[in-house]
């Protein structure tokens, strides 16, 4: 929808919204390896955020999968990864309404908030070993994780100033911050569905999201632009009017889904391709609204024409990466070894290599990025082998999956780890590339919301695997790993094709 007007400089806003709140730290800021010591709070509520949303997600595939003897749901294989698919699709829906949320009402301070409040209890819910709890706390994750996502980034880019060439690097030492999360979560989420059951597994995202919490509020004194209202928030009228469309609208939306679910039209396929359809609409009409609106100036319209490219190199990206937590996973169970070094480990283990990979990297890179300066490469060409990696992580399954007459093969866990290697470096360059040029890109009067624009990349990626994951099993592994990690080697090379465009329009993106 058409944001409203931003506030009236003549209004009045409180001593929240003073200059003095609203602007980034001086450059002198080093606290934290060099970094605004803000840094370190927003990088510390992501690795329990993580933690508990990618450990419950290492199993939520396999939890679907599993026969209902074994405490699963006993759901297809490839409708199982389907599944998951649709629930990530949801989760970075809802995150164009965090955006606008935060930008227009609750501000990102108080969106990541309450976004994180909506998740604790969610995975509160999940612990619950019953499959009505399931559905509502993934609900529940939903909602708080699009409130929570896009506008941690965005409070994370409000640690910097435009031209703060530590930026780049900020967002690497942020995405380890992330990925610590993602390597702790399926070890501790894994070993309890393992030994204790579950919903076992789903009570310790529980705990590690409270814990995210109890550090996000002690350390809010470091968070620059922490405002107790948005930033351009509604007159009050209006946000009031707001307020009661947003909660009539959502409970229209549940009765009639009760309904027709009840009338048996809205089954889980049909949901399935609902969420499939509204991903592939949604950045179309959202991208449509920011060029047409009046509160875009043309230069900031001249600076989103390279951004709608690194959002589809974002889209074929990340429909390869999600599938570490569904189809390589199913993978993983039925084809390949779960010990390694003589040690035996859960299948969910694995996602966890993704996470150590990116924990491992993730200085490296920011490093590097550091000691190079203006010399490193354009954030257009990072993003691009970022895509071409992540191809490659799935052409590299092509090899052990090839030459077998039946589905019987064990490959030894090496081959999923070196994949989830060049998955894991590939996911570095595009996420921490990618998030920092959207915060530098975005309009002013989007500066949120084309945060969750970016999210919506994720939506759409996700949408398009719930539909492909349902040929996993009825085609040939090598086929289907081979087919989908060629076609994001191609994008990749596209990208990289069109840098000359991208340098010239990014400005001042480097």
Same mark, same amino acid.
């Not at 919301?449 to 492909?468: E, R």
């Given at each position: ?97 965090? =955006?606008? #949320?935060?930008?227009?009402? %609750?501000?990102?301070? /108080?969106?990541?908030? *309450? &976004?994180?409040?909506?998740? !604790?209890? +969610? ?61 702790? =979560?399926? #070890?501790?989420?894994?070993? %309890?569905?393992?030994? /204790?059951?579950?919903? *076992? &597994?789903?009570?310790?995202? !529980?705990? +590690? ?302």
């Amino acid at each position: 929808m058409e944001p409203d007007p931003q506030p009236d400089a003549s209004r009045p806003s409180g001593p929240a919204a003073g200059p003095r709140d609203a602007q980034p730290p001086p450059g002198d800021d080093t606290a934290f390896f060099g970094q605004p010591k803000g840094l370190m709070t927003l990088s510390g509520l992501e690795v329990w955020e993580r933690f508990s949303f990618l450990g419950m997600q290492a199993i939520l595939v396999l939890y679907f999968a599993a026969a209902v003897a074994d405490g699963g749901m006993g759901v297809d294989p490839g409708n199982a990864a389907s599944l998951g698919a649709a629930y990530g699709t949801l989760v970075y829906l809802v995150s164009v309404a965090g =955006g606008w #949320l935060a930008d227009r009402i %609750l501000g990102s301070y /108080r969106a990541v908030l *309450w &976004g994180g409040v909506l998740i !604790a209890c +969610g995975h509160y819910a999940m612990a619950v070993p019953t499959d009505a709890f399931t559905w509502i706390g993934l609900g529940l994750i939903s909602a708080g994780t699009g409130l929570l996502k896009p506008n941690v980034a965005n409070m994370v880019g409000k640690l910097y100033r435009t031209a703060d060439e530590r930026r780049d690097a900020g967002f690497a030492l942020y995405y380890m911050g992330i990925n610590i999360g993602a390597f702790l =979560g399926p #070890l501790v989420t894994g070993w %309890l569905a393992d030994h /204790r059951g579950w919903h *076992w &597994g789903f009570s310790a995202a !529980a705990i +590690g999201m409270t814990l995210g919490l109890v550090q996000y509020v002690t350390g809010r004194r470091h968070l620059a632009g922490r405002k107790d209202r948005a930033e351009f928030a509604l007159p009050p009228q209006k946000m009031r009017g707001a307020v009661r469309v947003i909660v009539a609208g959502l409970v229209v939306v549940a009765a009639v889904c009760t309904l027709l679910a009840l009338a048996g039209w809205l089954t889980m396929d049909r949901f399935v391709d609902v969420l499939t359809l509204i991903s592939v609409i949604a950045p179309v009409v959202y991208f449509a609204v920011m060029f047409r609106s009046p509160r875009v100036t043309a230069e900031e319209k001249g600076r989103l024409r390279p951004y709608v490219v690194l959002f589809l190199a974002s889209v074929a990206f990340n429909f390869i990466l999600f599938q570490a937590y569904s189809t390589m996973m199913l993978l993983a169970a039925s084809n390949t070894e779960t010990h390694l070094l003589g040690f035996d480990f859960p299948v969910s283990w694995y996602a966890s290599a993704l996470g150590a990979f990116e924990v491992a990297l993730a200085p490296v890179v920011a490093a590097v990025w550091v000691r190079m300066g203006k010399r490193q490469p354009h954030a257009s060409n990072k993003i691009a082998i970022g895509v071409v990696l992540g191809g490659l992580s799935f052409l590299l399954m092509v090899l052990p999956t090839s030459g077998h007459a039946d589905d019987t093969y064990r490959m030894a866990a090496w081959w999923i780890v070196g994949s989830y290697l060049l998955l894991g470096l590939g996911d570095i360059l595009l996420q921490t590339s990618g998030m920092s040029a959207t915060t530098k890109l975005a309009p002013k009067a989007f500066a949120s919301q084309t945060m969750a624009l970016w999210f919506l990349s994720l939506a759409l990626a996700n949408g398009i695997q719930a539909q492909t994951v349902k040929l996993y099993g009825q085609v040939s592994n090598p086929v289907y790993f081979g087919v989908n990690g060629a076609v994001a080697v191609v994008c990749g090379l596209a990208v990289v094709a069109a840098a000359p465009w991208l340098k010239r329009t990014m400005h001042p993106v480097h």
